[in-house]
């Protein structure tokens, strides 16, 4: 009788033991990067198209993430009316900008977009052969869609490594301008180089450095009062 009582108490722990733990979730990285921005001409118009983008952009971006999913880009040596940062606000879909001056000249500076609005329409997307980025083997993506003002294509090629930084598709599934969400649902990490061929011109983004750490909810802070669903350049 005490066997019988023994493993009625013994099994239930056994079976307990014979499950199979659960997956702890990975956290998303939260923290800063640095890239690199190099503007190529691809035709004759190209040229032209280069110097303006390096106006607007500069030649060094500043990215910083959000474990909770907001977004920052930052333009430190962009030209005088060139674009300070944008903001991607994960829990009101909205992304904000502001440029350095008063782009349209009726002292607007700052502007505001639904995040989920794509102007790109979907065209292809497909693996490339991987390569070497910052002596890290990365795989590659691509995807390419037609701007719906003009009809120009655009591509847009990642590489990443696997089995380093992660991040949380789910925390984009509302950033949907550029595919970000169908890019970030791919490639669940932090890009380490980005080409985006415009047509008659190329920017590519290389990551300079990475570096993991808490950030405060004053970096991802908004405009006060931006003119709402202007377009706003990436």
């Known amino acids: 009788m005490k066997t019988i009582t023994f493993l009625f108490f013994l099994l239930p722990a056994l079976l307990c033991c014979r499950q199979p733990a659960k997956k702890k979730s990975r956290q998303s990285f939260e923290g800063s990067i640095r890239y690199s921005i190099v503007y190529t001409p691809m035709n004759k118009y190209g040229y032209a198209m280069c110097l303006l983008q390096k106006q607007r952009f500069g030649q060094v971006m ?18 005088f009316r060139g674009l300070q940062y944008t903001v991607f606000k994960a829990d009101s879909a909205r992304h904000y900008a502001s440029w350095r001056s008063d782009i349209a000249k009726n002292g ?20 490339l052969p991987a390569q070497m980025i910052n002596g890290l083997q990365c795989r ?14 655009i591509s847009l090629t990642y590489f990443y490594p696997e089995g380093k930084e992660f991040i949380d598709p789910a925390l984009y599934k509302n950033y949907q301008d550029f595919f970000y969400d169908k890019v970030i649902a791919k490639i ?14 190329s920017m590519t983004l290389t990551m300079l450095k990475i570096d993991p ?9 908004i405009p006060e009062n931006p003119v709402e669903d202007r377009i ?3």
């Open 140 to 153: 590659c993506y691509t995807v390419s869609g037609a701007d719906s003002r003009n009809r120009q294509v």
């Open 108 to 127: 607007d500076s700052e502007y505001s977009t639904d995040s989920r609005v794509n102007n790109l329409r979907f065209i292809a997307e497909k693996e």
């Open 188 to 201: 669940k990490a932090p890009y380490y180089r980005l080409v985006m061929d415009m047509g008659s011109y």
């Open 62 to 79: 500043n990215l910083y993430i959000s474990r909770t999913g907001d977004l920052k880009r930052e333009y430190p040596n962009s030209g």
């Open 213 to 221: 750490h808490a950030l405060p909810d004053s970096v991802f802070s």
């Open 232 to 234: 706003i350049a990436r």
